[in-house]
């Protein structure tokens, strides 16, 4: 190509110039010449191979797509990136324009040099890919925390940072320290990386120390300090070993200890956040050692593209974070192979995807897809100057001048940046939500599972043994009954004697006889079984071997009228019992259960995963492998539609039940294909068919939740048979909402999915339906709400409002979230009193306890009490409202079904979130000082909660949603090939201790004569802005009589 160009200046006028004797011979001479060197040329540049294309990007790219998504359909204005640069904090806008750098300061300088090496990364960048960065403007802040609020129904200001979270949308972008970090003397990654390649060759995995290593200052975060604590001491080895780094040691010392290519010496490294996010993940991930991960709340550019139990090992956070940390040593001493495995994903995606070129592709792509979002033309601001090479080192010296010659690029501009790839589909996104949560969710089960004592685990086997018995039993006796169906004696504890005889065997049916040779196959490996238990257990097996082999004397007993004590019997032999029958007092007949023994379960106790993990439903896991069918009984005929009516109006919140809706609606309805795809993220599907439930379990919910949902489900179907139509849902489990609506706008609407939960928030779509815990939560021994409702208006009885400690009372779990830490600072201590009592709860201790001070229906002595999220919404908000106490409601973000029609200082007091202990004192003091403003306000909010959320008003709730969603559905709802029945039999007669006991305690025992309550019509957009109004004023004026407090 140089040849070429050489050649083409060549021309007749030149050539004239330069030699004017020349004539016609030598102009021909000089023409041939110049045409072979054309044409020479020419051959050369078509013989050169065309170059390869450039490779894709890591995976973690796609979410530059995602993080930009909020101004994709708008875009962004100039009055935006102004607004950005006017918010509070220490930050600098970014101009380029034809390819050179100015820079404006906003807010104060940047900590350290932070501002300084970023702009230094950007002008590499610029010399990396002359010419190809466009002109743009952006806005960077230079803190640990993002600051841009998702939410606020608004478009949010464009702010580049270099965190993000899920609360936030600040744009991720290339730390600092990529070009080094001179005031803790660490290397610009590009060096660095190499020096801990190094030191992971010199010291293998094997050879390492055998526990967990963190250093750095524990000063700056609540998990920091509680991450001490796991240290190794006198009483405990917790496997970790911390370190608290003094740098201000090190930098007099000459940073002789610092040295990060000299700390992967342990098997395990710890991540753990500060205050913010932290830049050294990436030298931990480097090191090939398993990353143990603590709670990350805030993620970098390329850290999205981690996964769980491939890259690291997930830690939660809180009290509980020194027993995870030794488990997961634990599991990788023992599990070598699998722990190195982790290990070295980590440190090869670290050393192959984020290399100093990917990050320079990665700042490239990012602010390319950003220009084109601007809807004007980037000028450069007045404040603002330009920033060169020369500029900035002119004034460096030492360390700073050192690194940036070390990062320089020499600005040959040769090389294509990686080819950027498509953004994420929803399908996709929900899938990998769904992979992470589960694998943070399996180890948590492997966790728990290794902390149970092997005298608890005794119980759920002797249980299974003693199902396997009456089983076997069931079994002999039917085919006994079957042989000989005559009982000897009478009358209600009759007692049915079969005698099954050798000589008896030849008059068997052939079906009875390869029954039992099938059962005496099976015995074998339930002896092994249980004998690996305990000698009591291999005694047992013994008994029920005996009890088939030779089907002797077999006894049953009669099933019981009243429901709480009814035993499960057989339903082969329960047609020979002999029964007294007792007409039914009501016009309506009450229901009943008849518990039949279904065939033997094959349950996994292992720990391992799957339906039958201590941490998931027993109960439904049984219900679901059982093969046997429903009975089909009913009290009798649906009530008549038309002649059972109800005149009184549903509460107001049942309006939101148009409003979860109102997405598919617009769309058109649903969709087999929508459904479908919410499949990636749900616990579970239900498809009702004539008044029948079936189910289809994908992944077990935590604890009983999907059980309790479901058994909540068929009470609907008792309560109202015949009114609950066809129809096919997914029913997703978690604490959090998931459906992020900023996925399915516009064209995407046609594949948004209908996922139901237990709430939501402004920036999701999933459709909220009741808890489980209306129906009871016993595995904290919460009871069904209609019992637990009467003991709440019973304790509020019993200690008037006046009579009340006059503080605000809060008792719970702090460690599932940083909110919720720092509403333990609110506490009173020797120095300060904010008027806030504060309770840590230790579920585990109340549970060995017997929950004797956990009773809700006794905490109803104080005059305040607070409700605060955890990692997300918490069914306590019910229990904490319907006390006749003031509800100081720490600002939340996500809602259940019936909390949109609370009112701010009607129903509760709205408390600042950024500023809790202040604004908890405030209320106090208020209310001490309007007590009957205050003593209104509780009583308002517990008139609330026992009028309009009863159980009633919940299944009512229940029918009219599905009612609505089912008109939704543009397919006719059939059974899945894996769905199972589930009925109340199958449910009930499985369950045991205080599951029964709460499913008995809450179960439907007639049909409603009456319908339902007559469901509200929609809100119209004016109603809404006016209730959203409403709100925030409410919120605003308290916050108004805060201020003026503070400064009287």
């Not at 092997?454 to 086997?461: C, D, I, T």
């Not at 506490?827 to 004797?852: C, L, M, P």
């Amino acid at each position: 190509m140089e040849t070429t160009a050489k050649v083409g200046r060549l021309t007749r006028s030149s050539l004239t110039a330069s030699c004017p004797a020349v004539n016609g011979g030598v102009v021909v001479f000089f023409a041939a010449v110049v045409a072979g060197a054309l044409v020479s040329a020419s051959w050369m540049s078509s013989a050169t191979p065309t170059p390869p294309p450039p490779p894709s990007c890591p995976a973690y790219f796609r979410w530059i797509h995602e993080d930009l998504r909020p101004w994709r359909a708008t875009g962004i204005t100039r009055e935006a990136v102004d607004g950005a640069a006017r918010r509070h904090g220490p930050k600098f806008r970014v101009t380029v324009v034809a390819g050179r750098l100015h820079v404006a300061l906003h807010g104060g300088r940047c900590f350290q040099t932070r501002d300084v090496f970023t702009q230094w990364g950007i002008l590499q960048l610029l010399r990396r890919y002359p010419g190809r960065v466009p002109d743009l403007d952006l806005v960077f802040d230079c803190q640990d925390l993002p600051v841009v609020d998702a939410g606020g129904g608004h478009t949010p200001s464009p702010m580049f940072g270099y965190c993000g979270s899920e609360r936030t949308v600040d744009i991720a972008f290339p730390d600092w320290s990529f070009w080094g970090w001179p005031e803790l003397n660490i290397k610009p990654w590009e060096a660095l990386r190499g020096e801990i390649a190094e030191g992971n060759a010199a010291v293998k995995w094997t050879g390492r120390a055998p526990y967990a290593y963190w250093k750095g200052n524990p000063t700056v975060g609540a998990d920091r300090w509680n991450l001490v604590r796991c240290n190794a001491s006198g009483k405990r080895d917790w496997n970790a070993r911390i370190y608290a780094q003094d740098w201000r040691k090190e930098v007099r010392e000459g940073f002789r200890e610092s040295d990060l290519a000299k700390q992967c010496t342990h098997r395990y490294k710890i991540y753990i956040e500060g205050r913010g996010w932290s830049v050294s993940e990436k030298y931990i991930l480097a090191c090939e050692s398993v990353a143990l991960i603590v709670r990350p709340r805030y993620h970098d550019f390329f850290s999205r593209g981690l996964m769980p139990l491939q890259h690291y090992w997930p830690i939660p956070g809180g009290r509980g974070m020194c027993r995870s940390i030794k488990f997961a040593v634990d599991w990788g001493n023992a599990h070598t192979d699998k722990a190195q495995e982790i290990a070295g994903n980590a440190t090869k995606f670290i050393q192959e995807d984020l290399t100093t070129a990917r990050v320079y592709d990665y700042m490239f792509h990012l602010l390319t897809e950003y220009a084109k979002l601007l809807k004007y033309r980037p000028t450069v601001p007045d404040s603002a100057v330009e920033v060169t090479v020369e500029s900035i080192l002119h004034r460096r010296r030492g360390r700073e001048r050192q690194f940036m010659v070390d990062t320089m690029v020499d600005g040959s501009g040769t090389g294509e940046p990686c080819e950027l790839p498509p953004p994420f589909s929803s399908d996709e996104l929900q899938t990998l939500w769904r992979r992470q949560l589960d694998a943070s969710r399996q180890v948590e089960m492997w966790e728990k599972h290794d902390r149970i004592p092997m005298s608890r685990l005794a119980v759920p086997v002797q249980r299974l043994a003693s199902r396997v018995q009456r089983d076997l039993i069931h079994i002999a006796v039917a085919f006994c009954a079957a042989e000989n169906p005559e009982p000897r004696g009478g009358g209600k504890d009759s007692v049915l004697i079969a005698v099954c005889t050798q000589d008896d065997r030849r008059q068997r049916p052939p079906e009875m006889a390869i029954a039992v040779a099938d059962v005496r196959q099976s015995m074998p490996k339930l002896v092994a079984v249980l004998s690996r238990t305990s000698a009591a257990f291999l005694f047992v097996s013994v008994v029920v071997v005996g009890l088939v082999s030779s089907a002797r004397w077999i006894t049953r007993t009669t099933l019981q009228a009243s429901l709480p004590g009814a035993t499960a019997i057989p339903a082969a032999v329960a047609a020979t019992a002999t029964r007294r029958r007792i007409p039914p007092a009501a016009p309506r007949p009450t229901y009943s259960i008849s518990c039949s023994a279904p065939p033997l379960p094959t349950l996994n106790l292992s720990g391992g995963g799957g339906g039958g993990t201590p941490e998931s439903s027993q109960t439904l896991a049984l219900a679901l492998s059982s093969s046997s069918s429903c009975r089909r009984s009913s009290p009798g005929p649906p009530p008549n539609a038309t002649a059972s009516t109800n005149s009184s109006s549903c509460p107001s919140y049942f309006r939101f039940i148009h409003e979860d809706l109102r997405p598919w609606r617009d769309a058109g309805g649903v969709t087999r294909a929508m459904l479908g795809r919410a499949r990636a993220t749900a616990s579970f599907r239900l498809v009702v068919l004539g008044g029948r439930a079936f189910v289809e379990r994908f992944r077990p919910a935590f604890q009983t939740r999907d059980l309790f949902t479901i058994w909540g489900v068929l009470q609907l179907l008792r309560r109202y048979p015949g009114r609950v139509p066809d129809l096919d849902l997914m029913f997703d489990c978690a604490d959090w909402p998931v459906v992020r609506t900023h996925l399915y706008r516009g064209k995407h609407a046609a594949f948004m999915p209908p996922l139901f939960g237990y709430c939501g928030d402004d920036r999701t779509l999933d459709i909220v339906f009741p808890d489980w815990s209306f129906w009871g939560w016993p595995e904290i021994n919460i009871k069904p709400w209609d019992a637990l409702r009467k003991d709440l208006k019973d304790g509020n009885s019993r200690v008037r409002w006046l009579n009340r400690e006059p503080y605000a009372y809060w008792k719970g779990n702090p460690a599932v979230a940083v909110t919720r830490q720092e509403l333990i600072k609110c506490n009173v201590s020797n120095t300060k009193d904010w008027n806030a009592r504060i309770y840590k709860q230790d579920w585990f201790r109340e549970s060995k306890a017997g929950y004797k001070d956990s009773n809700l229906g006794s905490q109803c002595i104080h005059r305040y009490k607070i409700y605060i999220e955890g990692s997300a919404w918490s069914v306590s908000q019910k229990y904490i409202l319907a006390c006749d106490s003031m509800t100081l409601l720490v600002t939340p973000k996500y809602y259940d079904f019936f909390s949109r029609s609370l009112m701010p200082i009607q129903h509760y007091w709205p408390v600042q979130n950024d500023d809790k202990c202040g604004s908890i004192k405030y209320a106090v003091d208020w209310g001490n000082s309007h007590k009957q403003l205050a003593q209104r306000i509780g009583k308002q909010a517990s008139d609330f909660i026992q009028e309009e959320v009863n159980m009633a008003h919940v299944y009512d709730y229940m029918l009219h949603l599905l009612t609505e969603y089912a008109k939704l559905l543009r397919f006719k709802p059939i059974k899945p090939p894996e769905a199972v029945e589930i009925c109340l039999e199958s449910l009930a007669c499985q369950a045991e201790g205080l599951e029964k006991k709460f499913f008995m305690e809450s179960m439907v025992k007639s049909a409603h004569d009456a319908g339902p309550c007559d469901l509200p019509p929609p809100f119209n957009p004016q109603e809404l802005t006016l209730l959203k109004r409403r709100k925030e004023n409410s919120i605003k004026q308290v916050e108004t009589w805060e201020r003026r407090s503070r400064r009287a």
